[in-house]
C-alpha cells in the first residue's frame, strides 16, 4: 500500500475531524491546522515528484484489485491539481489566521478548511466513480460549514441557494452513476473506459454523459447553471472565499476533464459540441456579469464563472494542445483568482472597502497592496508575461488549430471584457483618490498584517514564476495534456496489463491473510 | 417490477422538481426528500432486479446460493442513504435558521446576498454613491 | 493640470542615473551602424518555451536599428528633460521606473525577432503607457484617457494575438527572420486575409489611424515628457514599425494597398484639418502627430515590390519621414512642456510673444517647425521630396499624392501657426511672466532642431547610414535613389513651392478655415471618442441588463433553468441519439407491487397539493416506508432496515422543524400560467428520466463485480453479509467518507441551531434526535 496517495487526503482529513471533535482553544486550532497545512502541501510535493518521476501512480485501497476495490490514481493531472490545493490550504489558513479572529469561528473555520482539502483531494485522486461522489459529498457538507459560518443574513441565503443546486447536482451525479452501472457494471474509471465501449446502445451511453454533463456543470458552474456562485461567494470570509474561489468549480471542471476524456470519449462530435457551447456561453455571461458589478467579491465570483468557460474550451475542443491549455488554465486560474479574493479581503482591512464606490487611495496610501492587486489583476486580464497570457495563448491557439474561428473569437473578445473589467478595479478603485465618505479603518498590527499579506505575496510570486520560467509549468501541463489525450496509459496504470479482467484467483489479495 | 420502479423513479422526480419550484422553502426541502429516493431507488433497479433473497453466504458455504440479489447496488444505496440523510438534515436546520434570520420561507423574498430585483433598480444600485 | 508645487525639491539621484540607461545603450546601438548599413544583421536568443517555438529572441537589421535609435537617442533627451520636469513632484521614482519599461518594451517590439516576444513587448508598452498617461491618477480625465488608451490598444492587441497565431500557423514558425525570408509566401494562404486584418487592426489601434485616432489627443493626460515620448519616438510608431515590418510578407497585395492607402490618407487629411481648429498646444501638436503617422502608413500602403527601383522609394520615404517627425515632434513637445512649465498655460492665444523671453526654446521650435514645414534645408524638406517623387512614381499614387498634397500644405500652416504667435506675436501677459527654462528643458529641443538641420545638409549619410538600411528591410533596395538637398527644378519640387504657397494662403486665411472646419465637422454626428463612449456605454448596459435577468436573485428561477436544461438536453439526446428503448407498454407485476408502486406515487402527489402540513410529513414517510418494502421484497432486506430508520429520524426532523414553520397555508401559491410552466418542467424531467432508466435496464445487469465480491467474501472478507463486507473491506473508503459526512452534518447542525439564543432548548432537541435513532424521548412529546 502506498502512502503517498492516501496521506495528501487522510491528513487534512484527519486533523480536520480531530479539530472539530476537540475544538482546542483557538491559538492550538490554529497552531495544528498550520502544522498540518505544511505537511500536507510537503506530502502534495512528494506525490507530484513521484509522478514526475516515475508516471502515472495508482493505489489499490485495501490491496483489493482494481476495478472490484477502490483506486485512488494520481496522474500528473491529479498531481497537479493535489499540489495546488495544498498550496491553497496553507495560503488559506495563514491569511484565515488574520482574518477569521472570532474565537466560534476560528473552531469552525479551520477544522473545515482542513476537511474540505482533504474532500477536494480525495476528488482529484478517486480512480472511481462512487467514490468521487462520496467526496464530493464530503466537499459539499464542509463548505456549507464553511459558507454558514458567521451565519449572518446574506450567508444564510447564499447558503440556501447554493445547497440547492449544489444537492441537484449531487443527486443527478448519484443517477448518473446508477445508470451507467447499469449500463457497464463497473464504478471504476479506467473499467469504465474499456467497458463503455461494449455496450450496445451507444446512444444512451451519450444520453448518461449529458446527466453527468448537467451535474459536473452545476459544480463548476457553467451557463446556464452557475447561479449558485453569485448569489454566495461574496458572502462569508474572506479567506474561505478565497479557497471556494480557488478549489471548489475546480473540482467541477476536473470531473468535466477526467470523465469527458476517460469515459465518454465514443462520441466526442455530440457531447464536446455541446461543451464547447457552454464554454462559449458560459465565458460571456460571466464576463458580462463581472462588468456589471462594483463590489470586488461579486466581480471576481462572476470572473470565475467567465474562466470555468475557457477550461470548458479546452475540454470541448479535445486536442492535446486544448486540453494541456486548459489544465494549464486550471492551475493558473486558482493561484490568481485565490489571490485576488485575497486582496479584497486585504483591502477591506486596510483600506476600507472592497466596493468600487467606497474604494480608492490605494495607489497613493498603499503602494504595496498597489503592485499586489496589479500582478494577479493583470495576470487575470491575461497581459503577457504573466501567466493569464500563456493560459489565453494556448487556448486560443488550439481553437485556431482546430478551426473554431468563431469560439476563438468570442474567446479573444471575453478576453478583452475581462481586461475592461480588471482595469475598471484599477482605474476606479485604486487610482481614484478614497472618497471622503469612506472610513479610514483600525490599523492592523504587524504580526497580523504578515499573515494578511504574506500569501498575497507568495501567489503573486507564483504568479510570476509561472509568467516568466513558464517552461516547467508548461511541461507539466503537457504530460498531463498528453495523459488526457491518452487514457490508455491510465487505464493499464490502474488495471495492469492493458485493460484486462485479472484472474479471480490472483486477484485475491495478498494481504488477506492479514486480517 | 422493474418497469414499475422505473416509473416511480420518473414520479419521484418529478415530483420533486414541482416541489422545488414552489415558493416556499418547505415544499423544497420535501423535494429533496422525495429527489433522495428517485436516486436510491435508480440505484436499486441498475444492478437489476436478479433474486428476492438476501445477499447473505450460509456457514460452511463459500458462495451464497442461487437467486441472490445483487449486493453491490446494497452497499451503494447504503452509503446513499446515510449521505442523503445527514445532507437532508443540514439543509433542515439551514431552513429553519433562514427563517428565523430572514423571516420569510418565501424563496422569492430571500434575496439578502443578491442586488435587488429587476434591472432599473440594480441599475440605481450600481449607481449610487458613485461621485 | 496642476504641475507640482515644490521646484525647490533636489532632482533624486535614481532620476539622474535612469538618464545613464537610453544613453548607454544609444551609444551600443550606434555601433552597429557600420554592418547593419552594409546589409548585414545581428541576432540574439535565449530558449523560452521551446515546445510552441517562442524564444526571447532579437535581432537589428536597418529597420530595427532606426527605431531603436530613436527610442534611445530621443529617449536620452527625454529622460534628461523629464527629471528636470518632474522634480518635486509624487511618485517620482514609480514615474522612472514606469517610463524606463516602457522604453525597454519598446525596446523590445523593435528588436524582436519572435511574433510572440514582440507581442509581449506590444503589450508591455500598452500596460507601461497606461501606467504613464494616468501619472495624475487623481485626476478623472487623467483616469479615463489611459483606460481609453489601453481599451482601444489592447482591443487591437488581442486581435493582433489571433493573427500572429494564425500567421504562425500558415508560416509554420514564430521566428521572424524566417517568416521574412519567405517573401510572398503568406499571400497565397487561404487565412491570408485573416491575418492581415487582424493584425492591421492590431497596428491601426497603436498608431492611431482613423477611426482609432482619438485616444492619442486624449492622452496629452500624460505629464509632458511622457507625451513627448510616446508621440515621437515610441508607442504610436510602433503601429508604423509592425507594419513596415510585416510589409515583405503581408504587403503587396491589393488589400493591402487599399486599406493602407485609404486609412492613411483618410486619417492624414482628417486630423490636418482637426489639427487647425485647436488652440492648446499640445493639442495641435497630437493632431499633427496623427497626420504624420497616417502619411506613414499610406507610404507603406504604396506597392513595393510591382516596380523596381523607383516605386520602393516610398518605403524609404516612410522611414525618412518616420525619422523626420521623430525629431521635429520630441523637439515641440518638450518646448511646449518648457513653456507651459513656465507660464502655466497651453493656450496659443495666450502665448504670444514668448520667444522673446525664452531663447533657447524658441531657437528649438523654429528649427523644429523649419523640419515639420518642409523647408530646406532640414531632413524634413529631404523627406517631402522624396514623398512627392515616389508618390508621383507610383503607379496608383495619385490618391497618395493628392492626401500628400493637401496633409503636407496643412502641416505647414500648422507650423505656421505655432512658429508665428509665439515667436513674433504681441507680447501677453502670460508670456511676460516666463522664466528662461532651465537646461535640461532646453537642450532636448534645441538638439532635435539643430539635428534636423544637420540630417538635412548631410541627407547623403543620413540615407545611407539608417534610412536605406531600414526601408531595404521593407522592400527592395532602391538603386537609385540619391537622395539630396537639392534634386534640380523637378516637379516634387514645384509640389513643394505650392505647398508653402497653399500653407501660407490658408494660415493668411486660418480663422476662416478653422470657423468652417469645425462647423463642417459638427455635422458628423459621431467622433471617435463619443463613439467609445457610446461603446462602454453599451457594454455596461447589456451587462447590467442580461445579468439581472440572468443572476435575478429568484432563487426558483435557478433552480427552474437547472432542471429545464436537464430535461432539454436530456430529452434531445435521447430523441437525436435514439436512445429511447422502451420494453413492453403494460408491464408484468404482481397486484402488491402495482399497489406499492401506486403508493408511493399517489403520496408523492399528495406531498404536492396538501395544504396541511401533518399530511405532508406522513406522506413523506409513506414514500419511505413503501420504497424500503420495495428493498425487503428484492433481497435488500439491510437496505430496508436503514431506509426505514432513517425515514424515521427524517419525519421526526420534519415535524419538529415543520411545526416551528409558517403553516403552508401562509404559503405563496403561483397564478395558474407559473403552476402549469413549472408541471411542464417537472414532467420533462420525470419522463425523460424515466426513459433513461427505462433504456437501461432493458440490458441485462453485469454482475462481474459482485461476483467477485460474492466469491471473495468469505476468504476474503471473512464475512458472511456480502453487503456489510462490501461497505467494511471492498469499499472502505466510501464509508470513512460517508461517516466524514455524517460527522460534519451532524456537528453543522448543532452549529447551525445551538449558536442561537432564543431557540437554545430546541437545538439541542434536534441535534439530539440526529445523532441517535432515539429521538423520540419523553421531552418532545412534552413540547
Redesign the interface.
Known sequence: MNALLMSPVILP?ATG?LG?ALRPYRRGQQVVSLLAAAAHLAVAGALLSAVWRDGIQADQ??G?PA????TLVADHLSAAMVMITAIMLLATVIYACCDVVED?LVK?IHP?LQ?LAG?VC?AFLAGDL??LY??F??M???S??LL??G?R?????????Y???S??A???F??G???L???????NMADLHV?VQD??????V???A??F??AFG?KAAVF??F??L???Y??PKVAVSAIFAGLLTKVGVYALIRLFTLVFTL?VG?THT?LLWIAALTML?GV???????DLRRILS?HIVSQIGYMILGLALYTPLALLGAVFYVVHHIIVKANLFFIAGALRRLVGADD???LGGV??ER?LLALLFFVPA?SLAG???LSG??AK?FV??AS??AGQ?LV??VA?FV???T??SM??IW??GV???R?E?TPVPDEVRRPLRAALLGPIVALACLTLTIGLV??PF??LA?RAGHELTNPDVYVEAVLGRGGE?VP?AE???AQ?GL? | MDTIIALLVGVLMGASVYLMLRRNLVRFVLGVALISHAANLLLFISGGLVGADPPLIQVGADLPGEGVSNALPQALILTAIVISFSVFAFLMALAFRAYESLETVDPDAMRAAEPPRGWKSQAAERTAGTA | MAEPATRSAPVPLYSWAAVGLPLGLFAWLCSFVPEVSAGESRHWEVQWLPQHDIALSFFVDGLSLLFALLITGIGTLIFLYAAEYMRGAPHIGRFTVFLTAFMLSMLGIVLSEDLITLFIAWELTGVTSFLLIGYRHEDATSRRSAWQALMVTGAGGLAMLAGFVLLGEAAGTYSLREILADRGALAADHRYHWILALVLAGAFTKSAQFPFHFWLPNAMAAPTPVSAYLHSATMVKAGVFLLARMAPVLGGTEAWTATLVTVGAITTVHSAVVALTRRDLKQVLAYTTVMALGACVLFLGVPTQTIEGDVSAAAAAAMCLVLVHALYKAALFMAAGAIEHSTGTRDLRLLGGIGKRMRWISAGIVLACLSMAGLPPTIGFVGKEALYSSASAAPSGTVALVAIFLASALIGTVALVLAGPLLWGRLTEAAARAKPAPWQLWCGPAILGAAGIVAGLAAGPTFGALVLPAAASVGELPEHFVPSLWHGLGPALLLSMATWGLAALVFWKRRAVARVVSSSLSIIPLTGDSAYDKVMHGIAASALGLTAVLQSGVHRRYVATVFASLALVLATTLVVRDAIHVPELVPEASFFEWMLGGLIAASALTVIFTRSRLLAIGSIGVVGTAASLIFLLFGAPDVAMAQLMVETLVVVIVAIVLLRLPSFHYEIRQNRFRRFRDAVVATAVGAATSLVVLAVITDPPQRSLTEYFERTAVPGGHGRNIVNVILVEFRALDTLGEITVLFLAGSAVCALIQRRSRYRRLGSLVAAGKASATATDPELSQR
Open positions: 482529513l475531524v472539530l485501497m485495501g483489493w476495478p472490484y476495490g477502490i466560534s469552525d473545515h476537511v474532500a480525495g462512487f467514490n462520496v467526496w459529498e464530503v459539499l457538507v464542509a456549507l460549514a454558514i459560518a451565519a443574513k446574506e450567508q444564510l441565503d447564499g447558503a440556501v441557494k445547497a440547492a443546486l444537492l441537484v449531487t443527486t443527478l448519484l443517477a452513476i446508477g445508470l452501472y447499469g449500463l457497464t457494471g463497473t464504478l467497458r455496450v450496445e446502445n451507444t446512444g444512451l451519450t444520453a448518461v449529458v446527466v454533463i448537467v452545476i446556464p447553471l447561479f449558485w453569485p448569489a454566495s461574496h458572502t462520441d455530440y455541446i455571461t458580462l456579469g463581472a462588468a456589471s458589478h462594483n462572476f468600487l464606490r467606497h495607489y497613493r503602494p493583470f497581459f503577457p508575461p497570457f500563456w495563448l486560443i491557439k485556431l488549430q474561428h476563438a473569437g479573444l478576453g478583452l471584457l481586461m475592461y482595469t475598471k482605474v476606479n487610482w481614484k483618490a472618497p465618505s513558464v517552461e508548461y511541461a503537457e479482467d479471480v486477484a485475491l489479495p488477506a486480517q
